[in-house]
């Protein structure tokens, strides 16, 4: 069985440069087979993780994002109900035979009900994302994104689903996962996720990565970026983060900026080359100018 | 180990973090896997397990500190007699217990000290080994000793609750004295208090919404959007697309005062809307000294902070002016009033103290007409409404409703109630009396049962103008 080492060392191959925590918590998430809801700002990699890890260990991904208005004949199953009077059009001339034997009424209704669970069978059952990821027979990963933007209904549906891997549908009675998913929920914290839901996940704080993961992280995605460069755009965009910026330049800028910077063909980060490319790491008008302020300051 | 995770865990509640059982079975299932290999693994695989808000990392990391910082290892083999001996460690049945609560406070020196119990092996102190910090000059300890500094006793102490879930009123009082005036910015904690205000308002409230919210859903059929819905069933109507209402916010116009004498409170009210704008408000923010000015644009996108300092600047109103309540209400009927949508509500937020100039109160008349209901707040004492160049009972009688505020509490009560109104104006006659009922329900106050109605004070009187008193 793969140790945390383990899981650190073939994320990297990934592409992905976990931290302990991170490892500690998918090592974990893997034997306990407990969901992982990740937390942290916007672009530090929360979904990156998933897909990382999806690619890692051949997991295939199943991806639901969440929005306003989720409901579970998006999340889990729905009924085909064309399908469903499709087939009883279809079938017409072949139930009014069987059902001709009935001497009455009565017994037509009985011979009828008792074929009712031909018309809800799993032929007419539509795999949402999550029984999807249940019935899939290779061991997947399944993503909710963004769990913050559902609603509280939503949320409520999930816990079934989290703790015991198993969906109710009222026709069909209760379906368990084949192969228990890897679940990734990630939020962005804009709203409170219920305590129900947090009790049931391993609860992983991402933050902004420290200087030596970071600059490991872009020197993984840009190779050809030269060591010093990518070092001092990583020192500088940390020194922006102090700054109090209405959207903070994250991970996912750092490696926009590392991409605008080999595009370039940069080789030092001057005042210039910043205010050049300062859109890239800056995303609101007052934060440009901070950020062009800071780089005059701190590259002179 | 599953004795110390308790403990541990037990420490934890004690600081206010929510564990449930499950979660600490979790702990201890995944100290099992992994084993523990070194403090700062098994604090984050405690971490990992235990803490499910990123507000307790902080507390979770200072409880782990110090419920491990005083263990020391002994080798379990050669040292498991002796340790036996000392004296510290209690032989009893079962359970932990706290030392000073048998032997009083003797132990203050060095803290309460955690037993640990007879069945305790030499596995389990082998594990306990890697919780230690290794603090070299101390390596020579024979003790086991859990240590939870300042902890005295379950007795004396109740359980905190819980943070989140305390319901006590939070008052910060508005009128601070000595920080009135230039350069309020917000700490992080008022801040975070005022999430807190409108977080528990927005509770309060969210029945109310919801009710508005599914009447603004329930519109006619709409024909064209039910076949396509229903196309893949055979345009059978499975399900039905209903035309929606016209949904809208409730529209809500502030006025606030920022002259000296009621900075704090209109920043206040400014901090209050900004929180609420965008949640269930639509909300129109003017400042005024002598001179008005509109800053929803600036409410909506600048950090509160940095607003306020551009307003302590003078940059949008000048503010070494005197207020002027005659010459702002004027220059708001020559420039916004005309374009005032939707009936909005109006909330005034000033002392009514004109500095003797014209009163202009027939603006009032016409923002009247086209408000749906006006409410002046004022943080002066009613006594002291018509000394000197206060116009407050002159304005007051254009206004549905006139109130003393003084701290955040009443001022996020007024809100609410004026919310309440307007989804109950929104809402079905049958559901208006429902939110009626309910809130009278709720603000019953039975306290002054006996001496109400008694003051004549009170009686509204009638006023052929049509205005109403208060």
């Known amino acids: 069985m793969i140790s945390e080492q383990g899981v650190k060392d073939f994320l990297h191959a990934g592409g992905y440069i976990a931290d302990d925590a991170i490892a500690t918590a998918v090592f974990l998430a893997l034997r306990m087979e407990k969901p992982i809801l990740i937390e942290g700002p916007p672009g530090v990699g929360k979904t990156g993780l998933a897909k990382a890890l999806s690619t890692a260990l051949d997991f295939p991904l199943v991806r639901l994002q969440c929005y306003e208005g989720i409901d579970e004949g998006k999340a889990l199953y729905d009924w085909e109900y064309g399908k469903q009077l499709l087939y009883t059009q279809l079938l017409r001339t072949q139930l009014d035979n069987y059902l001709s034997v009935s001497s009455d009424l009565r017994e037509a209704v009985e011979r009828l009900s008792a074929e009712e669970s031909l018309f809800f069978s799993k032929n007419f059952l539509v795999q949402r994302p999550i029984l999807r990821s249940f019935l899939s027979e290779k061991r997947s990963l399944l993503l909710i994104d963004e769990i913050d933007r559902s609603d509280d209904e939503f949320e409520a549906l999930l816990l079934e689903c989290l703790s015991d891997f198993q969906v109710s549908i009222p026709e069909l009675g209760v379906i368990e996962a084949k192969r228990k998913p890897l679940v990734i929920l990630t939020s962005n914290g804009t709203r409170m996720i219920s305590d129900a839901l947090r009790r049931r996940c391993l ?53 926009d900026w590392a991409q605008v910077l080999s595009i370039m063909k940069a080789t030092k980060l001057t005042p210039e080359v910043v205010a050049n490319t300062v859109g890239v790491i800056a995303k609101h008008q007052t934060d440009l100018q901070k950020v062009t302020n800071l780089a005059v300051q701190e590259l002179n | ?275 609420l704008h965008n949640q269930l408000l639509d909300v129109r923010s003017f400042i005024y000294n002598r001179d008005i000015a509109e800053i929803t644009e600036m409410l909506a996108n600048m950090p509160v902070n940095d607003l306020m300092e551009t307003i302590d600047t003078g940059d949008i109103v000048d503010l070494d002016e005197n207020s002027s309540f005659g010459q702002v209400f004027l220059k708001f009927k020559k420039q916004y009033l005309e374009n ?125 103008g049509g205005r109403s008193k208060w």
């Open chain 2, 340 to 464: 005032l949508r939707g009936r909005p509500a109006f909330i005034i937020l000033g002392d009514a103290r004109n500095n003797y100039g014209d009163a202009n109160d027939f603006v009032l008349d016409e923002i009247r007409e086209k408000a749906r209901y006006m409410l002046w707040l004022t943080p002066e004492d009613r006594d002291s409404w018509n000394r000197g160049d206060c116009l407050m009972d002159l304005y007051g009688s254009y206004c549905d409703r006139v109130e003393v505020v003084k701290t955040v509490d009443e001022l996020s009560l007024f809100v609410e109630d004026l919310l309440r109104d307007i989804y109950a104006d929104r809402a079905d006659p049958l559901d208006r009396k429902k939110i009626i009922a309910a809130r009278a329900a709720e603000t019953y106050d039975s306290s002054d049962y006996y001496h109400r109605g008694s003051s004549a004070k009170s009686e509204p009187v009638f006023d052929p």
């Open chain 1, 203 to 255: 609860y992983l704080y991402i933050g902004y990565p420290d200087l030596e993961r970071e600059v490991a992280i872009v020197r993984v995605k840009f190779p050809d970026l030269c060591e010093d460069l990518a070092r001092q755009m990583v020192v500088f965009l940390r020194k922006a983060r102090d700054l109090t910026l209405r959207k903070p330049p994250s991970v996912s800028e750092a490696l």
């Open chain 2, 1 to 275: 180990m599953e004795r110390i995770i308790a403990g541990f865990v037990a420490a934890l509640r004690e600081s206010g973090i929510r564990v449930s059982p499950g979660e600490s079975l979790d702990a201890v299932q995944a100290l099992a896997l992994c084993g523990m290999e070194g403090r700062r693994s098994s604090r984050q695989l405690l971490r990992l397990t235990l803490v499910k808000n990123v507000n307790d990392i902080p507390v979770f990391n200072e409880v782990f500190n110090r419920y491990f910082s005083r263990f020391h290892y002994v080798d379990p083999e050669s040292d498991l007699p002796a340790l036996m001996d000392a004296d510290i460690i209690g032989m009893e049945g079962g359970e932990f217990t706290y030392l000073n609560q048998q032997q009083g406070d003797d132990h203050d020196d060095h803290g309460p000290l955690l037993k640990l119990d007879s069945d305790i092996s030499p596995e389990d102190l082998a594990e306990l080994k890697s919780l230690t910090e290794i603090d070299p000059d101390d390596m020579d300890g024979v003790e086991i000793v859990v240590q939870m500094k300042g902890y005295r006793g379950k007795a004396k102490k109740p359980p905190k609750p819980s943070r989140r879930y305390t319901q006590n009123p939070l008052v910060i009082e508005l009128d601070k004295t000595g920080s009135v005036g230039c350069g309020v910015t917000f700490s992080p904690e008022e801040q975070a208090a005022m999430q807190d205000v409108v977080s528990r308002m927005m509770l309060r409230l969210r029945k109310d919404m919801k009710r508005m919210k599914s009447n603004q859903n329930r519109g006619k059929l709409h024909v064209i959007k039910t076949i396509q819905k229903n196309y893949r069933h055979d345009m059978v109507p499975f399900q039905v697309a209903l035309r929606r209402k016209r949904r809208e916010k409730p529209r809500l116009v502030v006025l606030c005062d920022v002259s000296f004498s009621v900075s704090h409170a209109s920043r206040f009210m400014l901090l209050l809307l900004h929180t």
